[in-house]
């Protein structure tokens, strides 16, 4: 009975400091604070979007895209290409505007290539062989490859990548940049990235077709078509054909 009684009293005069401690819990709750007697609204906290990261001031768009991840030979190759936030390329010259590369028949590619060579976009490319593939897995490689054009980027063109804001395309990792789904069909720099790292990889397949001609790899750049693998069955692997990816020769 004694503890019943105790507890009313305490509930209606608690100690000194209890209520206004009280009393400044449900003001944060509420989104307020207070200092002296005054209260001050709480600051809340802005998300981070991609408008965002370009409003702090980053004079440039990194885009960095990867093709070849998934053929059975050559090497995975990464493109990182800076573009002055705000720049719009207008289409070529029969319409087709600049895309993701998987979007654009080769000839537009090359046209693509060409334009934004022209337009000074610095961009860095770098490729990752068949032999670091099996060793390390291709989306590290693809991610080691990528970092290397960020390096290269700094270095070779002086882009200042730590106060650019960065976007990869899909399941790439570099930088600290933000990875966004098919971004190789929503930002032009990754577009951009993307044109011109297939572009120079198709070259490099075609430099390796002369090579082990019997593969046919300046038409199918490794994929595992019919062709190929009929070559493979017949001929063996080469020795740019990633091993980890043809289990099956």
Known sequence: MARTHLKNAFRRDPPSGLSEAR???EAVSAGRIQRGGVTKPQPRRRKRSRKGIFEMGSEYVIGIDEVGRGPLAGPVTVCAAAVRRGTKFAPLENGVRLDDSKKLSAKSREAWAKKLKGAGVAFAIASVTPAVIDRINVSRAADLAAERCLAKLAEDKGISVKHSAIFLDGGLHAGGGKTIVRADQKITAVK??????????DALMKKLSKKYPAYGFEKHKGYGTKIHLAAIKKHGLSPVHRKTFCRFA
């Open 192 to 201: 951009a990235a993307s044109v011109l790292a297939k572009v120079h990889r």
């Open 23 to 25: 009393n400044d819990n």
